[in-house]
C-alpha cells in the first residue's frame, strides 16, 4: 500500500530531491557555495587555533629592503632637526665667534641640508613613487650614487675642525706630525668615498653594489680609525691641560664634561661607521643602508655639540652678575676666538 505522507514531510522531501523542479529545490551556486565552505571548514579552523600558520604575505619578501630605507630616513630626519635646534643655540651664543668658526658651522649645516635632500630623494624613489614596482629597489640612480660621496664628505669637515684643535692643542713637533697623518688619513677617506660614488654610478644597480666594497671597506675603517684617533688624542691633551692650568673646580668640572662628550661622540660616530661596514659585507639585505643615512647625521650634530659645550666654559649664557675668579681670568680669555694657547684652553 503506498503511505501517505502528509504535507510537511512531503515538502522535506521536494527540497531534498534534486531532480524535482519545485521551489523547494537548492539552487547549484548556494550548492556549491556550501560545499566550499565545508571543504575549506579544517583549513580555516587550523588558521583561528594556529595564527601562526597563515599563508605567508608576499610583501614580506620586500621588507629586508624597504624597511631599512624608511627607518633610516626617519632617523635621519630626526637628527637633521636636532642639528637645527644646536645651529640656533650657536647662533645665540656665539655671535662674536671669529669668522673662519662661522663658516664651519654654518658650511656643515649646508652640507648636512644637502645630505638631508638625498635621503629624501632616495627614500620617495623607492617607498613613494616606486610603490609596488619591484625594479625601483633595485634600479637606482644618482641620488643613491652620491651617498658615499656626501657620507665622507661631512665626516672630513668635521675632522679637519679636529685636527685644527689638535694642531692648537698640541705644541710640540710630535703633535704637528700626529696632526697631519690625521689629516692624511681622513683625505684618503674622502677620495674613496669618491671612488666609490663614481663606481658605483656605472651600474645604478643595487645588485651590483659589491662592486664597491673593497672601495668601501677603506672608506669605511679610515674614517673608524680617525675617530678614534681624534677622540683619544682630544681627550689626552684636555686633561693634559687641565693639569696644568690653574683652573678653578667649576671650571675644572665642565672641562672634564668637555673632555667626555669627546670620546663619547667620537667613539659614537667609530661604531656606526663600523656597523655600517659589518652589514655592508655580511649581509645581504639593505640594513647598511640605515648606518648610511644617520653616520653623517652623528658627525654634524658631534661638532655643533662640541662648539655649544664651550658656553659651559665661558658661562656666556648667564647674564647675571657674578664674582670674577681673578685666578682664572687669564686663561678664560685664551679661550675666546681661538684654539688653545700656550698657555691654557682656546676655543676647543
Known amino acids: 500500500m503506498p503511505v501517505k505522507m502528509d504535507r510537511r514531510c512531503r515538502a522535506f522531501s521536494v527540497f531534498h530531491d534534486n531532480r524535482s523542479p519545485g521551489i523547494y529545490s ?5 550548492k556549491a557555495s556550501c560545499q566550499l565552505f565545508w571543504r575549506s571548514l579544517p583549513r580555516l579552523a587550523i ?3 594556529q595564527p601562526n600558520s597563515t599563508l605567508p604575505d608576499p610583501s614580506e619578501n620586500f621588507l629586508p629592503s624597504v624597511g631599512p630605507v624608511l627607518i633610516g ?16 643655540v650657536y647662533h645665540l651664543v656665539f655671535p662674536e665667534d671669529t669668522i673662519w668658526i662661522k663658516i664651519v658651522a654654518y658650511g656643515l649645516f649646508l652640507l648636512d641640508t644637502i645630505h638631508s635632500l638625498i635621503v629624501t630623494d632616495v627614500a620617495w624613489k623607492m617607498l613613494c613613487r616606486g610603490w609596488g614596482k619591484s625594479d625601483s629597489l633595485i634600479k637606482t640612480d644618482w641620488a643613491f650614487a652620491m651617498i658615499p660621496m656626501i657620507d665622507s664628505l661631512i665626516p672630513m669637515w668635521v675632522h679637519a675642525f679636529y685636527a685644527w684643535r ?9 703633535w704637528k706630525i700626529f696632526t697631519a697623518g690625521i689629516l692624511m688619513l681622513s683625505l684618503g677617506m674622502e677620495i674613496t668615498g669618491i671612488g666609490s660614488s663614481i663606481k658605483y654610478a656605472a651600474f645604478n644597480d643595487i645588485r651590483k653594489i659589491r662592486v664597491i666594497e673593497s ?6 675603517c679610515s674614517g673608524a680609525l680617525v675617530d678614534t684617533l681624534i677622540a683619544t688624542s682630544m681627550a689626552y691633551l684636555l686633561l693634559a691641560a687641565r693639569r696644568q692650568a690653574n683652573w678653578s673646580k667649576a671650571t675644572g668640572r665642565k672641562l672634564t664634561n668637555m673632555i667626555r662628550l669627546s670620546v663619547e661622540m667620537g667613539m659614537v660616530s667609530a661604531v656606526f661607521a663600523i656597523l655600517d661596514l659589518i652589514f655592508f659585507v655580511g649581509s645581504k639585505s639593505n640594513i647598511h ?6 653616520t653623517a647625521k652623528l658627525y654634524s650634530n658631534s661638532l655643533m655639540a662640541s662648539l655649544n659645550s664651550r658656553a659651559g666654559v665661558y658661562e656666556r649664557y648667564d647674564p647675571s652678575p657674578r664674582e670674577v675668579d681673578l685666578e682664572n681670568t687669564r686663561n678664560v680669555t685664551m679661550l675666546e676666538h681661538g684654539g688653545i694657547k700656550s698657555e691654557g684652553l682656546s676655543t676647543i
Open 73 to 88: 630616513a626617519i632617523l635621519s630626519w630626526w637628527l637633521y632637526g636636532v642639528l637645527i635646534m644646536q645651529l640656533y
Open 166 to 174: 689638535l694642531w692648537v692643542l698640541g705644541r710640540n713637533l710630535k
Open 26 to 30: 537548492v539552487p547549484p551556486l548556494v
Open 289 to 294: 643602508i640605515t648606518f648610511a643615512f644617520v
Open 47 to 49: 588558521m583561528l587555533l
Open 215 to 220: 672601495l668601501a671597506f677603506a672608506w669605511l
